[in-house]
Every structure is written in C-alpha cells, then in structure tokens.
C-alpha cells in the first residue's frame, strides 16, 4: 500500500493519506548536535521543509528555532510516527528524537 | 520536479474549480473523494475558501476581495448578512461573540466557520451584491489594495479608483493569468500619502510626474507644468518567511491608461519564469533579487510590452506618511476632507474584527449620514465616506462610534493583528484576542509624551507576516519558550519599523519574551523612550539611535497584573475559547443537510 505524504500549506502540517497529522508550533526535544550546543535542542517547529518514510517510518526535515540558546535551522531527517496499514500514529511528542540518517 | 500543488494546479484550477466546488457543496463535505482532500483544498483557495486549522475539519475560513477596500452602498450590509447567518460554528469567542467579520491588512474580508453546504448560497448573495470570493487567495491576482480613498482624498495626485477597477476587470477570472507559481499582490495608489503601501506588495504603482512627448526629463527644474501624471513601478515586496523585501524601482512610468498593459506584462513575466519547483522560493521577489531591476526592466520591454517603456517620473514619495512613523496621517482614522468637500471618516476597528450586529448596524449609519459607502484600510480600520458637514457632529455622537472611535488611545488605534492559532495552521500563538487584552492594558496602565499620538504595534502569529509586523514602531512575532520549565507561548518583539519615503523593517532585538511579560516590557520601553529621547523625537527615530543590545537593553520583558489565559499551547485546542478545549472534544465535521 502506497502512503501519500504531503508537506502543505507553506509548510504548516504533514498530510498522510490526505489527513492532517503533524502540525508545527510544537515544542520538540532533539538530540541534534547539527543544529545547536546544547545537549538537547529544545526545538520550536515553526515549518516543515519535507516529508518521506522510511519503512514504515514517517520522517520530516523541519526548520525551527532553539528556545534554549536561539540557533535556527532545518533538522535532518526526525521521525515523527508510524504507518501500518495506512493508519499514521504519532511518535510520543515528549520523547527525545534522534535524526535518522 | 514539479510540486503536488504545481500538479494539482496543471489538472483543475481557476474558474473551472467552482463546478466542483458547487457539487461538493450539494453532494456534501463527504463528498469529496478521500484521496483528493489535499488537492480540492489547495484548489478551492482559488475561490476564497481556506480550510481552517487541525480540529476544526469541514470549517473553512472565507476571503470576499474587495478592490481597494471599496464596498459600495449595500454591500457592508450584504456581508453583515453573511455573517450573522453563515458565519457561526461551535467555537464562540469571548471578545467577539458567535458572528463576525474580519478586515484585513489587505483590505479584504474574512469570515469564518463556513460550511462547504452553504457556500452556493453565500457565492449567490455576494454575487446579486456586486462582491465576489474569486482569487481572494490561492496563486493568482490577490486582491488590489490602494488608498481606500481614491477617488476622494482631498490629498489626491491621481484618482487611481478607475484604474483598480479596470486591473480587477481585466485579471479576476483572466485564464492567462489564473495559475502563476503563487500569489501576485499588486498595489495601486494615487495619493501622496503612500497609503497604498505599495512597498510591501509584488507589484507597486505610485503617483510620479513625467514630462512626455520629447521635451527633457521629469526630474528638470521649471517643466513642471507639462508633467503629466502616471505612476512609478516597482516590483518584488514582500513580508513573509524571515525575508522581507522592499519593492524594487525598475525605473518605468506609465501613462494611467498603459497600467493594464505594463501589469499584465509582469504578471505573464511572473508567470513565465517564476519559480515552480519550489513554493519557497516562488514569490517574485526572489526572482528581482536573481535577477536584478534591470534585467526585469529589460525581459519586460523586450518580451512582454510592445510599446517603448518611459523611465522612471519624479515621485512624491518625500510626502508619503501613511504607517511611517512620523507627520500627519499615519493613518486614515479621524475626519479628513474629501475633495468634493464632504468628510471620511476613519474608525478604528480593534484588530479589524467587528461582531455581526456590529457591522450591520455601521451599515446603516453609513446610509443614513453618508451615501451608505464604506471602505477598508490596510489598517484593518473602516472608513465611511461622503459624510456632509452638517450630518457630521451627529454621526460622531451615535452609541456605535464609541467602540469603533474615529479619535481613540494611541494603543487601541496602533494594533493590528493577523488570526493566529484560533484558525490558522500555520500558527504559533494566539494573536487577536491577545493583542486586544495588550491594547487594553497598555491604555489603562501606559503613558506616551504628550505629542506622541500614534504608536504602531503589529502582532502576528508566525513569520508569514499577515499582520505587517516588519513595519510597525513594535513588531511582535509568535514563538515559545519555557517558563518555570513548562512550555508557554511567547513573542519576538522587533523595533523601529515602518513606511515613508525611505521605509524600514524593524530590528528583531529581543526574542521569545513570555506572553504575559510582554505589556511590561513595552511600558519599560515606552518609559525609556519618554526620559531619553529628544525633543520632538519618533519613536522611529528614537529606535535608530541604538544598536541592537542597547534595545534589548530597553525592552525588559516584567510580569505585572496583565494576565494572559492563552499561555499555554492554544495550538494544541481544538479552539483556544472553547470549555471543552481538547483536541479529542473537536466538533465533528459538519453533517450535511
Ligand atoms: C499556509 C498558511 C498561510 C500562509 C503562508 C500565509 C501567508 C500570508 C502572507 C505572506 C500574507 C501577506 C503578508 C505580506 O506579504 O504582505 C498573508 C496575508 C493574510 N493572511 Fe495568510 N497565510 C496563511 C494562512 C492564513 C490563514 C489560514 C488565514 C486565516 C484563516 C490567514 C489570514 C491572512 C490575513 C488576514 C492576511 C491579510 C490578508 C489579505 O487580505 O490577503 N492566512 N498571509
Ligand atoms: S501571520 Fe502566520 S499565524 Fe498569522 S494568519 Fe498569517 S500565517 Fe497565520
Ligand atoms: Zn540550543
């Protein structure tokens, strides 16, 4: 089964299966040496650039700000959840996400 | 590669949108196949129709582009009719009410909770009303925007009315021009005031005088009595995204009746080689910065007009005042001389929002002391025109006008905010309701020097900008921060914005400032600016003084007795006023008829 995967409205929210499912204006914890110094990027989505799966993992590239220290900049590729069965559940918001690849 | 939405547009777009949109409408919300949701909403944008954000599915917010913010008689009350009967859902805001209607910064209006079922009804009363939704957004001609006046303003170099109107006509529903790689916002102003803000639209005419049909320039000393009047071009402004820009000069003037033609060039040029692999970078401002004035000029002249371009005539933009910061007429509020000697009246609209009844009610006063005319700023403030002077001290009595004030506190007349997270994907934080409460502590708690009677604070959920902020005295940005560890919603505050002659975008010097410390940072501010500026001084030009950490300096963010109940998360409602506010008690789509 194919997952169609969108990134609309200038970024605002991922569609899966034509259905909205991530949003921006979340706070995410990254472990993103990348994109500041501190041990954890405690990251404001404010646009997410793009979207693709991997498996059954949905991954997105979004740029954000820091609330920590105020560096900005786009991610690598976060996963942000699943697919199965062309059903998307999110990762849990408050766990620490890693860049994939 | 090309993007879906460049996909989606090659298949279905412009006017053939609005069968399928009118079968959905009949068929139901459930109508529209599962798999084509994210195309038909892309789609329907094209006729004015925005689906509203995550948890409120099935709502859509609804845009009426009104040329130059001009609603002739009757109209006002056609959309206070509309309003009140089709612009209710189950969220119901706490300032506002059930029913209301938006005026925006580009002088259109939006309403919000419309259902997919009602929308022929509503296409069809707009319609017998002369108003219209088409291209309110989506990738075309936007809505042209000018000095709402036009045609009236005591203050006038060219009535530019005539020529918005023939712009409307020839490129609303125009299929060469329908489907350009994103939204083309043009501004054409006649007067000197720079009211038209033309500076920050992709397309700018401006009132300039040209000496024409061989003779010297315009710019010579003594010729001014051949000048004709036309209006100056300059391309690719834009607010949105961290990359704000200034229109660029291209050095033309245009004769009034060659604007069609010089605008349609450019749009056909935007059209032809504006970004469409990526949405990012497609506005035409990136192509004026690829590019160059110059080659615009020339890829113009050369491909797309057929008739030699003139250069540029002399403005008169040393006079411009409107949102500048400084001199008279910072706005179009208040009782202003008409040429034919009656008076406007500029009322301040608090964050553009007017309940139903509300509107209505301005509808008839607009009959019964004018010519029932009303028009729209980019202020986010009405006007009413024709008002004679022997009607004018009882209109300025009538009950209405004390919360609509054609005179009121330089706080409540300064806000403009955009809609933020009560509707809006793409925003970060609560912005209306929020900017109320500052307007209305800041007037009750804040003083400004005596001679200062204008101060200019824009609030706007994320950096798409709708709100203007970039050219404000205090320009005010979404964002969050931790306070006490939890997450709470929070602003960049930026300083030093505005219009005029040589315009500005504010300095962005103090970021993530909590929500609730944000009224106090602004009276400390307010307060240093008082002690320390020069006599006579602008805000604007006091904030030019300093470097940036001498600002943030100023700013000092306080917690004081404001308080702010949307602090937390309102992105994570359904609808931040709601009792029930979680995302798991979101109204069900709506149920057809
Ligand atoms: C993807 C989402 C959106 C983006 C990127 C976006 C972007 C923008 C931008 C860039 C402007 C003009 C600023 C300038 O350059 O001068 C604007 C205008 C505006 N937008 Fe949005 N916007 C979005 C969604 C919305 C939504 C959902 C609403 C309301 C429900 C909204 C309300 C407004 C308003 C009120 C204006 C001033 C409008 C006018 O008359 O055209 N926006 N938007
Ligand atoms: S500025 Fe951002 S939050 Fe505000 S209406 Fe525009 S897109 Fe939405
Ligand atoms: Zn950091």
């Given at each position: 089964?194919?997952?169609?995967l969108?990134?609309?409205?200038?970024?605002?929210?991922?569609?899966?299966?034509?259905?909205?499912?991530?949003?921006?204006?979340?706070?995410?914890?990254?472990?993103?040496?990348?994109?500041?110094?501190?041990?954890l990027?405690?990251?404001?989505?404010?646009?997410?650039?793009?979207?693709?799966?991997?498996?059954?993992?949905?991954?997105?590239r979004?740029?954000?700000q820091?609330?920590?220290?105020?560096?900005?900049?786009?991610?690598?590729?976060?996963?942000?959840?699943?697919v199965?069965?062309?059903?998307?559940?999110?990762?849990?918001?408050s766990?620490?996400?890693?860049?994939?690849? | 590669?090309?993007?879906?939405?460049?996909?989606w547009?090659?298949?279905?777009?412009?006017?053939?949108i609005?069968?399928?949109?009118?079968?959905?409408?009949?068929?139901?919300?459930?109508?529209?196949?599962?798999?084509?949701?994210?195309?038909?909403?892309?789609?329907?944008?094209?006729?004015g129709?925005?689906?509203?954000?995550?948890?409120?599915?099935?709502?859509?917010?609804?845009?009426?582009g009104?040329?130059?913010?001009?609603?002739?008689?009757?109209?006002?009350r056609?959309?206070?009719?509309?309003?009140?009967?089709?612009?209710?859902?189950?969220?119901?805001?706490?300032i506002?009410?059930?029913?209301?209607?938006?005026?925006?910064?580009?002088?259109?209006i939006?309403?919000?909770?419309?259902?997919?079922?009602?929308?022929?009804?509503?296409?069809?009363?707009?319609?017998?009303?002369?108003?219209?939704t088409?291209?309110?957004?989506?990738?075309?001609?936007?809505?042209?925007?000018?000095?709402?006046?036009?045609?009236?303003?005591?203050?006038?170099?060219?009535?530019?009315?005539?020529?918005?109107?023939?712009?409307?006509e020839?490129?609303?529903?125009?299929d060469?021009h329908?489907?350009?790689?994103?939204?083309?916002?043009v501004?054409?102003?006649?007067?000197?005031?720079?009211?038209?803000q033309?500076?920050?639209?992709?397309?700018?005419?401006?009132?300039?005088?040209?000496?024409?049909?061989?003779?010297?320039?315009?710019?010579?000393?003594?010729?001014?009595?051949?000048?004709?009047?036309?209006?100056?071009?300059?391309?690719?402004?834009?607010?949105?995204?961290?990359?704000?820009?200034?229109?660029?000069?291209?050095?033309?003037?245009v004769?009034?009746?060659?604007?069609?033609?010089?605008?349609?060039?450019?749009?056909?040029?935007?059209?032809?080689?504006?970004?469409?692999?990526?949405?990012?970078?497609?506005?035409?401002?990136?192509?004026?910065?690829?590019?160059?004035?110059?080659?615009?000029?020339?890829?113009?002249?050369e491909?797309?007009?057929?008739?030699?371009?003139?250069?540029?005539?002399?403005?008169?933009?040393?006079?411009?005042?409107?949102?500048?910061?400084?001199?008279?007429?910072?706005?179009?509020?208040?009782?202003?001389?008409?040429?034919?000697?009656e008076?406007?009246?500029?009322?301040?609209?608090?964050?553009?929002?007017?309940?139903?009844?509300?509107?209505?009610?301005?509808?008839?006063l607009a009959?019964?002391?004018?010519?029932?005319?009303?028009?729209?700023?980019?202020r986010?403030?009405v006007?009413v025109?024709?008002?004679?002077?022997?009607?004018?001290?009882?209109?300025?009595?009538?009950?209405?006008?004390?919360?609509?004030?054609?005179?009121?506190?330089?706080?409540?007349?300064?806000?403009?905010?955009?809609?933020?997270?009560?509707?809006?994907?793409?925003?970060?934080?609560?912005?209306?309701n929020r900017?109320?409460?500052?307007?209305?502590?800041?007037?009750?708690?804040v003083?400004?020097?005596?001679?200062?009677?204008?101060?200019?604070?824009?609030?706007s959920?994320?950096?798409?900008?709708?709100?203007q902020p970039?050219?404000?005295d205090?320009?005010?940005?979404?964002?969050?921060t931790?306070?006490?560890?939890d997450?709470?919603?929070?602003?960049?505050?930026?300083?030093?914005?505005?219009?005029?002659?040589?315009?500005?975008?504010?300095?962005?010097?103090?970021?993530?400032?909590?929500?609730d410390?944000v009224?106090g940072?602004?009276?400390?501010?307010?307060?240093?600016?008082?002690?320390?500026?020069?006599?006579?001084e602008?805000?604007r030009?006091?904030?030019?003084?300093?470097?940036?950490?001498?600002?943030?300096?100023?700013?000092?963010?306080?917690?004081?007795?404001?308080?702010?109940?949307?602090?937390?998360?309102t992105k994570?409602?359904?609808?931040?006023?709601?009792?029930?506010?979680?995302?798991?008690?979101?109204?069900?789509?709506p149920?057809?008829?």
């Amino acid at each position: 089964m194919t997952t169609r995967l969108r990134v609309l409205d200038d970024g605002a929210w991922i569609s899966v299966n034509d259905g909205r499912e991530v949003r921006v204006s979340e706070l995410w914890r990254l472990d993103a040496p990348e994109l500041c110094e501190c041990a954890l990027t405690d990251l404001v989505v404010e646009n997410f650039q793009s979207v693709g799966v991997d498996g059954s993992t949905v991954e997105v590239r979004a740029y954000g700000q820091c609330i920590a220290c105020g560096a900005t900049g786009t991610t690598g590729w976060i996963p942000v959840g699943r697919v199965r069965g062309g059903e998307f559940t999110e990762l849990d918001r408050s766990a620490v996400r890693r860049v994939r690849r | 590669m090309p993007t879906d939405v460049e996909n989606w547009k090659s298949e279905v777009y412009g006017n053939e949108i609005r069968d399928r949109l009118f079968e959905f409408a009949e068929e139901g919300f459930d109508s529209i196949p599962d798999d084509e949701r994210d195309a038909w909403f892309e789609r329907f944008k094209w006729w004015g129709l925005y689906h509203q954000r995550n948890g409120q599915e099935g709502y859509f917010m609804m845009r009426i582009g009104t040329p130059n913010g001009v609603l002739e008689p009757g109209q006002l009350r056609t959309v206070g009719e509309i309003a009140d009967e089709y612009a209710r859902g189950p969220g119901v805001n706490p300032i506002f009410g059930g029913a209301y209607a938006d005026f925006t910064t580009r002088q259109s209006i939006q309403l919000h909770w419309i259902e997919l079922s009602d929308v022929p009804a509503i296409f069809e009363k707009l319609e017998e009303n002369g108003l219209s939704t088409q291209q309110a957004c989506g990738d075309s001609w936007r809505n042209i925007v000018g000095n709402p006046v036009a045609g009236k303003d005591g203050q006038e170099v060219i009535d530019a009315w005539p020529v918005i109107s023939e712009l409307n006509e020839t490129f609303k529903g125009n299929d060469d021009h329908a489907n350009l790689p994103r939204k083309w916002k043009v501004s054409v102003t006649g007067s000197a005031d720079g009211s038209g803000q033309g500076d920050i639209n992709d397309l700018a005419f401006e009132p300039a005088y040209k000496a024409v049909g061989g003779g010297s320039g315009g710019d010579g000393a003594g010729g001014e009595t051949e000048d004709t009047v036309g209006f100056n071009v300059r391309v690719g402004g834009g607010l949105a995204r961290n990359e704000p820009r200034f229109a660029r000069d291209i050095d033309v003037w245009v004769p009034p009746d060659r604007v069609p033609d010089v605008a349609g060039g450019l749009s056909a040029l935007f059209r032809d080689y504006g970004d469409r692999e990526d949405r990012y970078n497609a506005r035409v401002k990136f192509l004026v910065d690829e590019w160059g004035a110059d080659e615009v000029r020339e890829t113009l002249q050369e491909e797309y007009v057929d008739f030699e371009l003139e250069t540029a005539g002399r403005d008169v933009r040393e006079e411009y005042t409107y949102n500048a910061g400084e001199g008279e007429r910072n706005d179009l509020i208040g009782v202003h001389d008409q040429k034919n000697g009656e008076n406007f009246v500029g009322l301040n609209v608090l964050v553009g929002r007017m309940g139903a009844d509300d509107v209505l009610e301005l509808a008839d006063l607009a009959e019964e002391y004018g010519s029932g005319e009303v028009r729209l700023s980019q202020r986010q403030n009405v006007v009413v025109t024709d008002v004679p002077d022997d009607a004018l001290d009882e209109f300025l009595d009538e009950p209405l006008l004390d919360h609509y004030s054609p005179s009121p506190s330089p706080f409540m007349r300064g806000s403009v905010a955009c809609t933020g997270t009560e509707f809006c994907s793409l925003s970060i934080v609560e912005t209306k309701n929020r900017q109320v409460r500052f307007a209305r502590w800041l007037k009750a708690n804040v003083d400004l020097p005596d001679d200062v009677d204008e101060f200019h604070i824009h609030l706007s959920g994320c950096t798409a900008s709708c709100a203007q902020p970039q050219i404000a005295d205090v320009s005010l940005r979404g964002m969050k921060t931790r306070k006490d560890g939890d997450p709470v919603e929070a602003l960049d505050v930026g300083l030093g914005g505005g219009l005029g002659e040589d315009p500005q975008f504010a300095r962005w010097v103090t970021q993530r400032v909590p929500v609730d410390e944000v009224p106090g940072a602004l009276a400390n501010l307010v307060e240093s600016f008082a002690a320390e500026r020069d006599e006579g001084e602008s805000f604007r030009a006091f904030v030019a003084r300093y470097d940036d950490d001498e600002l943030d300096a100023l700013v000092e963010p306080e917690e004081t007795d404001y308080e702010d109940p949307m602090m937390h998360n309102t992105k994570r409602t359904w609808y931040p006023y709601a009792e029930d506010d979680a995302m798991e008690d979101a109204p069900p789509t709506p149920a057809d008829d």
